[in-house]
């Protein structure tokens, strides 16, 4: 089954700590995606990858970073320095002109 | 600058009655339009899309949805509601300037009552 996969679907973050939210895909997209989603605000763009090796600051990268070593990888580090990380995280790939594929996302909690 | 609008935050109809959700779109570029949907705690699953063939697009579910370039929108509709139809919808925007931009609309919450 072609797809995109996130894990894992919950994660609680203590206070300082720097977690990591993995997202591989299968599809063979170049193009990928980290969206963070807060209650009624949609979706705002973190970071993107056009191309391995290359990553792209989104809206709200402050506090967030990304590595794109794989075509099939791109996992989102959540650091300390974010200082209001809980939400709803979604990976996304997109290919072109055409519509984008997203993953089940992951909900983010600092306890 | 592209935008893109969904002009009702909440709408709430009754189960077998027509559902109206509406986005408004502004772009310097042509633009492939679409409509996604969200189930809680869930990814956004595609429901239809807009590629500049057709303006009257069918996706799944019975949903559609009409381009309308003179108006820039690309309102969904649904002729009956079901109870499953309860979530939140984007209208989603993608245009090629020189790289792909996709713009999401802030979204709505559709409420389907008994």
């Known amino acids: 089954d072609g797809g995109i996969t996130q894990s894992p679907k919950y994660l609680f973050r203590k206070e300082g700590q720097n977690v990591t939210l993995s997202c591989e895909q299968n599809?063979?997209?170049?193009?990928m995606y980290w969206y963070r989603q807060d209650p009624g605000q949609g979706l705002r763009l973190i970071y993107y990858?056009?191309?391995?090796?290359?990553?792209q600051k989104g809206d709200i990268a402050e506090g967030y970073s990304v590595s794109r070593e794989k075509k099939e990888s791109f996992p989102l580090t959540v650091t300390s320095a974010q200082k209001n990380p809980t939400a709803f995280y979604l990976c996304?790939?997109?290919?072109?002109?055409?519509?984008?594929?997203f993953g089940q996302g992951t909900r983010l909690t600092v306890v | 600058a592209q935008s893109v609008t969904q002009l009702d935050s909440h709408v709430s109809v009754s189960e077998g009655t027509p559902v109206l959700l509406r986005c408004n779109y502004s772009?310097?570029?042509?633009?492939?339009l679409f409509w996604y949907v969200q189930h809680p705690n869930k990814g956004l699953q595609l429901l239809l899309k807009y590629t500049s063939a057709a303006t009257l697009v069918k996706g799944i579910n019975g949903f559609e949805a009409e381009f309308k370039k003179s108006e820039t929108s690309f309102h969904l509709t649904k002729p009956s509601a079901h109870m499953s139809d309860a979530a939140e919808y984007f209208c989603?925007?993608?245009?090629?300037?020189?790289?792909?931009?996709?713009?999401f609309g802030a979204g709505t919450r559709l409420f389907v009552k008994a």
């Open positions: 990858s056009q191309i391995v090796n290359d990553f």
């Open positions: 772009s310097s570029y042509s633009p492939s």
């Open positions: 599809l063979n997209h170049d193009a």
């Open positions: 989603v925007v993608t245009v090629n300037t020189g790289g792909f931009k996709t713009i």
């Open positions: 996304a790939t997109h290919r072109g002109y055409t519509e984008a594929f």
